[in-house]
């Protein structure tokens, strides 16, 4: 019998695959920049949040199965034990593969080894995922072991099997509880809707939820791609297990809510209060009341659409609070790039393709390997000319498939290469800040002057000649007039208001007051501008104001031809800008004749403030 | 190098001419162009290549933002691998040949200080250090953006001397200044300290909630402290279940013989 179904889905999977291999080479040659959207208010994202946080929860399948199993000996989810354990040692391999992405420093991966901080919940969490894959991988050895001849191995593994089970239950009960914690530190981020104390709790006790939603919804999609009977039963007994999970895991996070009085958040309206609402409706409410059903529970299909929903709305609830309930504080929406996405879906591919090759070669499910055999077996009898070494039992020789496969791997790789970006995304600035040119606005309306604060620092004496112009900043000061320094306007003249200095000083009779006694008054100054102005304008040992030399600014007139002028004339012989007249005098001034027409005439409606400076 | 140093910025005295971040590019070897900024970065300014920066509010004020160096920082605590140190003397350093990547310290930061090179194949996280390693060995007093600034805006000493000056300067001029010192207490106390004559809560991450006075580690450890009972306990739990439910089976065995069938509690595979 063929089986195309599983052909396609497989040929599928290569395909993402290959898309995957691509970005990662570009991943690891070019930086993380390059292949991500992520930046420095969200530094976490899709990696993170899918892989890595949803993934551990993905797996946690495996540690609520076996303390079902083999602690509280149900027996009637034994069928679902070996595929459950092996998806877990998936899944956090899948976790381990994701963050060799995610670290900018893969190499240094192992450093928790040896650089401890036992403050750090991910230090915890780096522990425990690596003592679970190890106890992990002592218990998907026994089904690796069971058909070889290693059988001493075999006996003495399966012994053990009993405290390797507890001591997996151990480890994922903390870093299911430690992922919670790592966002503890983070109360100014995550929105209030996800953010409480019991986010070690609440995670645990969703960890199981989704375990259990988990094995029904792989026990199901294993079915139908190997065209077997689902296993109703087992999976009933699951979804009333699920739904008394599922209603504890309600009656706690409602409760915490309460005890916080955020329970108004939940129906406020915003974007965080409904994503909450499609959140919970998924992975819990819905779930919880449908599989109380005795109807559902018979239903495959139904058992079908409520996992898989349940299991993305648990998903949704660690991308969440790892990542989508805190652009509401960091005000910068993060969206992946397509590029994280094909890891991610990448290394999903691969944990497929390794699941089905495990359960096809080795008894993972014996009662489905016995399936698998004899129609692997009816395949060899029926094409013994093209086939004589059928390792597969899709019915087309394995070469064939193969070829169909490899194909789809180089083909995905090669398009991917061609499209992933190969520089990282830039924002052209709006505006120059500060340096070189600028923009000053100038008085209320939108009247904007041309400002080259670069060509004034170098005339007032360089670096340390700030003080010169901005010290005259007060509180409340929208911004120094420029007639502050070009205040006559025909004549350079001195920075210093002399004549307003001898008018508040008290007229003809306080020269001394500056000057020092003595006849002939003396031109030099004895006193320096903080002897006065100390309080108003600069801390005490300021050496910026007394090496003030009076630098002279041009004339109002001068210094505003010079920086309108040539721009005028320039645009003004600009086709585009079809404004001819701009650098006639009549384009500002209204004294002309004709002028003052021609300038209006020539502005566009609506733009009638602009410009005239 | 002294004990406890400290950065005390007076807003009202930022004329925002930007000599901090100039210095500041200098001493540390940093590009003195800024790169174009990534897309969904924060507006401050401050980026791998900038550590400190002059945030320009309405109206003339200038704000300066830089490594806080909290008492209790939450990077140092989050770092599962301690590539960021607090020092004995009090700057927040970071050891880039121990560094993984995981960003969680730019995660936990609640100012949002620390940045990534995103463009390196070899990232690091970079942020101002306090001058550390130049104060260390002695080559300057004061950091480089202190010394930089022509209009004593920013001040360096212990952190009790800063505090001192920053009260004393509230007081003189009671009307001018908001009477608060940020940094005192916020999240345990910072090492840099700011008054201003505008509120300057847009500094932290808080969608204008106080970020408190409680240090940020202190959440986590609350959580983790438990972690060896728990570990503990749940082994207990699971190994008493097992024991008391197989004991039940075996008595029943017993009792009733035959009556209890399927009752095998061995490990299901071993069948």
């Known amino acids: 019998m063929r089986n195309n179904r599983m052909f396609v889905f497989k040929a599928i999977l290569w395909c993402v695959a290959g898309l995957a291999a691509a970005v990662a080479v570009l991943r690891f040659a070019l930086g993380l920049g390059v292949a991500t959207a992520l930046s420095d208010t969200t530094p976490w994202g899709l990696w993170i949040g899918f892989d890595v946080m949803g993934g551990v929860a993905l797996a946690a399948g495996g540690f609520v199965i076996a303390a079902a199993v083999h602690v509280f000996h149900r027996e009637t989810y034994h069928a679902a034990a070996r595929p459950a354990i092996l998806t877990a040692f998936l899944g956090y391999g899948a976790v381990a593969v994701g963050l060799l992405f995610d670290l900018g420093l893969p190499w240094n991966i192992w450093h928790p080894m040896i650089f401890w901080n036992i403050h750090s919940p991910l230090f915890e969490v780096a522990w425990c995922v690596m003592l679970y894959l190890t106890v992990l991988a002592l218990e998907v050895a026994p089904v690796i072991l069971e058909r070889t001849p290693f059988q001493k191995a075999y006996r003495f593994l399966s012994r053990l099997a009993l405290p390797i089970m507890i001591l997996g239950i151990m480890l994922s009960t903390l870093h299911q509880s430690s992922l919670g914690s790592l966002l503890l530190i983070m109360p100014f981020r995550i929105y209030p809707l996800w953010y409480t104390h019991l986010l070690p709790e609440l995670f645990f006790i969703s960890a199981i939820c989704l375990g259990l939603n988990m094995v029904m919804f792989e026990s199901s999609v294993t079915s139908w791609l190997y065209r077997r009977e689902p296993e109703t039963k087992m999976l009933g007994g699951l979804a009333k297990l699920a739904s008394a999970a599922l209603a504890f895991y309600f009656v706690v996070r409602i409760a915490d809510l309460a005890y916080q009085h955020k329970l108004g958040l939940i129906f406020a309206g915003t974007w965080e209060g409904n994503l909450f609402i499609l959140e919970m409706l998924l992975s819990t409410i819905l779930p919880m009341v449908l599989y109380t059903l005795p109807a559902v529970r018979r239903s495959p299909t139904g058992l079908w659409l409520i996992s898989m929903g349940s299991?993305?709305?648990?998903?949704?609830?660690?991308?969440?609070?790892?990542?989508?309930?805190?652009?509401?504080?960091?005000?910068?929406?993060?969206?992946?790039?397509?590029?994280?996405?094909?890891?991610?879906?990448?290394?999903?591919?691969?944990?497929?393709?390794?699941?089905?090759?495990?359960?096809?070669?080795?008894?993972?499910?014996?009662?489905?390997?016995?399936?698998?055999?004899?129609?692997?077996?009816?395949?060899?009898?029926?094409?013994?000319?093209?086939?004589?070494?059928?390792?597969?039992?899709?019915?087309?020789?394995?070469?064939?498939?193969?070829?169909?496969?490899?194909?789809?791997?180089?083909?995905?790789?090669?398009?991917?290469?061609?499209?992933?970006?190969?520089?990282?995304?830039?924002?052209?600035?709006?505006?120059?800040?500060?340096?070189?040119?600028?923009?000053?606005?100038?008085?209320?309306?939108?009247?904007?002057?041309?400002?080259?604060?670069?060509?004034?620092?170098?005339?007032?004496?360089?670096?340390?000649?700030?003080?010169?112009?901005?010290?005259?900043?007060?509180?409340?000061?929208?911004?120094?007039?420029?007639?502050?320094?070009?205040?006559?306007?025909?004549?350079?003249?001195?920075?210093?208001?002399?004549?307003?200095?001898?008018?508040?000083?008290?007229?003809?009779?306080s020269c001394a007051k500056c000057h020092g006694p003595g006849e002939p008054q003396s031109l030099t100054v004895v006193k320096t501008c903080q002897d006065c102005h100390q309080k108003d304008m600069m801390a005490a040992g300021n050496t910026v104001v007394t090496a003030f030399k009076n630098p002279s600014a041009a004339s109002y007139k001068d210094a505003m031809h010079k920086m309108c002028i040539p721009c005028h004339v320039t645009k003004a012989a600009d086709p585009k800008v079809n404004l001819p007249n701009l650098g006639r005098c009549g384009a500002c001034h209204d004294s002309g004749t004709q002028s003052e027409k021609a300038y209006k005439t020539e502005v566009p409606p609506g733009q009638e403030g602009i410009g005239r400076t | 190098m002294i004990q406890n140093p400290c950065i005390l910025t007076d807003v009202t005295k930022c004329i925002g001419c930007e000599q901090c971040v100039a210095a500041c590019k200098k001493i540390n070897g940093l590009p003195a162009e800024d790169a174009p900024p990534r897309p969904g970065n924060s507006v401050d300014g401050l980026s791998a290549d900038r550590w400190t920066t002059i945030i320009r509010r309405p109206d003339n004020h200038f704000v300066r933002k830089q490594c806080r160096h909290c008492a209790e920082p939450a990077c140092v605590s989050v770092c599962p691998v301690g590539a960021l140190q607090k020092t004995p003397e009090g700057p927040v350093i970071y050891d880039k040949s121990i560094c993984m990547g995981c960003r969680y310290c730019m995660m936990s930061c609640p100012y949002g200080i620390p940045h990534y090179e995103w463009n390196s194949a070899a990232p690091s996280v970079r942020k101002c250090i306090m001058c550390y390693g130049n104060l260390k060995s002695g080559k300057i007093s004061e950091p480089a953006c202190v010394t930089a600034c022509p209009q004593k805006a920013t001040l360096f000493g212990t952190r009790d001397a800063m505090l001192a000056e920053a009260r004393e300067r509230l007081q003189a001029e009671p009307g001018k200044y908001v009477q608060t010192i940020w940094g005192e207490h916020e999240v345990g106390g910072t090492s840099v300290l700011l008054i201003a004559d505008i509120p300057l809560e847009f500094l932290a991450l808080n969608q204008g909630h106080p970020l408190g006075d409680k240090p940020l580690p202190e959440r986590t450890w609350a959580a983790l402290k438990p972690v060896p009972f728990e570990f503990v306990g749940m082994g207990l739990l699971m190994g008493g279940v097992y024991w008391i439910i197989e004991r039940r089976k075996k008595l029943a065995l017993e009792a009733g013989g035959a009556a209890a069938k399927d009752t095998r509690g061995e490990a299901g595979h071993e069948k």
């Open chain 1, 311 to 509: 299991v993305l709305g648990f998903v949704l609830n660690r991308v969440n609070a790892s990542g989508l309930s805190q652009i509401w504080a960091t005000r910068s929406f993060y969206f992946p790039a397509w590029t994280e996405f094909a890891i991610s879906l990448g290394i999903v591919s691969a944990c497929g393709l390794i699941f089905f090759f495990v359960q096809e070669h080795f008894p993972v499910d014996p009662h489905g390997l016995n399936d698998i055999e004899e129609q692997r077996e009816l395949a060899d009898k029926s094409s013994p000319a093209f086939a004589p070494f059928t390792q597969v039992w899709l019915g087309e020789g394995w070469r064939k498939s193969a070829r169909v496969y490899s194909i789809c791997f180089v083909v995905a790789m090669a398009l991917g290469l061609t499209l992933a970006p190969k520089t990282e995304p830039a924002v052209t600035r709006k505006a120059d800040r500060a340096r070189g040119a600028n923009v000053l606005r100038v008085g209320d309306g939108p009247r904007y002057v041309y400002f080259d604060h670069k060509r004034h620092q170098d005339e007032a004496g360089k670096e340390k000649s700030c003080g010169t112009c901005h010290h005259l900043h007060l509180a409340g000061d929208v911004g120094t007039p420029c007639s502050e320094c070009h205040r006559r306007l025909f004549v350079p003249t001195n920075v210093f208001d002399h004549d307003r200095h001898v008018e508040r000083a008290g007229g003809r009779e």
